[in-house]
């Protein structure tokens, strides 16, 4: 959760968070009703995504169509009563090759219908880490928000889908994007608990993330979810042999620097990457930040002539 220093404004974001776990209950409560027998409420596409589920059957239906363009956008762009699309129908049932001919026949992959809830924050919610990799190749948007201001990644993150988190990251996604309470999704992994030591393909953790962008506050509060191994956390290093320390150095941030310092311990200030840089070497080669530098060089064991295994100085 987002750090607020007004007592009234964290009253607020707690309302907003309670608002957002009834949001989300409505919508599966919305869904499970439509799923219910309504054939005199749907139109032929939307039964054949429910009860059918057969991508031949869709085919038909819009061969059936011909050359109405008209016909099969109304298809569709045709909404249940709770405002569901035949996409959202087939996503919520795991109909991969049904959503693949929806998609093909020019369904919007995109479309939150009335409940403002992209078909990717609805395959993110229901764990289906196939048919997210599926929609952002048929270019579903990872900017995209819902009708609580989160992207998939915030909805992944929100519901502890791991695997989906890795493959959002690996896709692009921006952990640092804000959410419905100006949560991030480093925000909200720490808060569940369960993804706060989940790395990238790259072996950046949460920890990492936070410390290039200086964020003290979530730096605090993964480390607080790790409690005991908080130190084993704030060492582990990236395949480029980068810590959290050097990633906060490489980016400038003092602050950050500083709060890991108090965790990891000065050692790590002799840590080399597989570049041959420490921390020091990693502040003077970004060279963003002279305060910083200034105040590595006061901590005891640092030395400004220090060799790198490769032999050059951070000066």
């Not at 220093?5 to 968070?17: M, P, T, Y």
């Not at 896709?171 to 608990?193: E, F, Q, T, W």
């Not at 105040?295 to 220090?306: E, H």
Request: glycine residues 8%.
């Amino acid at each position: 959760m987002a750090l607020f220093h007004v007592r009234g404004e964290i009253i607020f974001a707690d309302e907003l968070k309670k608002k957002i776990s009834e949001g989300y209950a409505v919508v599966r409560s919305r869904l499970n009703d439509d799923v219910k027998p309504r054939f005199d409420a749907w139109n032929t596409i939307q039964n054949t995504c429910l009860y059918v589920l057969q991508a031949e059957k869709i085919l038909q239906l819009f061969d059936a169509c011909g050359d109405d363009e008209a016909k099969k956008e109304m298809f569709l762009k045709h909404q249940s009563k709770n405002g569901f699309s035949a996409l959202h129908f087939a996503v919520y049932k795991g109909e991969t090759e049904a959503v693949e001919e929806l998609i093909a026949a020019g369904a919007n992959v995109d479309f939150g219908g009335r409940n403002k809830l992209p078909p990717l924050h609805l395959a993110v919610m229901c764990g289906n880490d196939e048919l997210v990799d599926r929609l952002i190749e048929h270019g579903a948007s990872l900017n995209a928000v819902d009708f609580v201001h989160f992207t998939p990644l915030h909805s992944a993150t929100y519901f502890a889908h791991e695997k989906i988190v890795r493959l959002l990251m690996k896709r692009g996604a921006d952990p640092n994007s804000c959410g419905g309470v100006k949560d991030r999704p480093l925000h909200l992994a720490s808060s569940k608990g369960h993804i706060t030591t989940l790395a990238d393909d790259e072996g950046n953790t949460s920890l990492h993330f936070a410390a290039k962008t200086g964020h003290v506050g979530i730096i605090d509060l993964l480390l607080l979810k790790i409690g005991a191994g908080h130190q084993e956390l704030a060492l582990k290093a990236n395949v480029y042999g980068d810590t959290p320390l050097h990633t906060a150095c490489y980016a400038g941030r003092l602050d950050a620097v500083k709060r890991l310092l108090t965790v990891a311990g000065s050692n790590t200030l002799n840590v080399e990457n597989v570049f041959s840089e420490t921390p020091l070497h990693a502040a003077c080669t970004s060279g963003r930040n002279l305060e910083l530098v200034a105040f590595l060089l006061k901590q005891p064991g640092v030395d400004a002539n220090f060799q790198g295994q490769d032999g050059h100085t951070g000066m």
